[in-house]
């Protein structure tokens, strides 16, 4: 299930809303999401990954990020890859989770960066975040409490 929370700009009411978590077509967007690795959609370090690693997993969970330089938010799949923790036996075929975190071992960030401005962009917990840049004037993005956003 995901979770939703909304953003409006103060200066020009450019909205966004930050979308985290996994939908009900989870198993489907994990099953292309390694199809479009293994075909080097997301670089050469992805293909051998899974090339190198038969039991590596990619974390398709959605995220917010917010950018180091201007602050802009997106939302993006996770995309880090994961290698099996030692002795772990009833491993996960979709890992999400606590499943993920708590079987797997990190293996490899993935490098995201700034539609807007190229810079480095960071995973924020979006439950956490209270503003943000806007990415149309560069303004003050505010959490909207009159937004409620629910999405499967
Ligand atoms: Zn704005
Ligand atoms: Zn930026």
Known sequence: MGFGKAFKCKTCGERFNA??????????????TVKDIRSGK???????????HPDGVVNCENELLICEECGVPKNEMNLSLYLPKEG????????????????FTLYKKY????DKCGGACNIVAASKIKR?????????????HESVILWD
């Open 42 to 52: 997301y670089g050469e370090d992805w293909k051998t990954f899974f090339e190198e």
């Open 88 to 103: 772990v036996e009833d491993l996960p075929k979709l890992p999400f989770g606590d499943d993920l975190h708590e079987k």
């Open 111 to 114: 490098p995201y960066t700034c």
């Open 132 to 144: 943000a840049a806007c990415p149309k004037c560069g303004g003050v993005m505010e959490e909207d």
């Open 19 to 32: 979308m985290t978590g996994i939908g009900m077509l989870f198993p489907t967007v994990y099953k292309d």
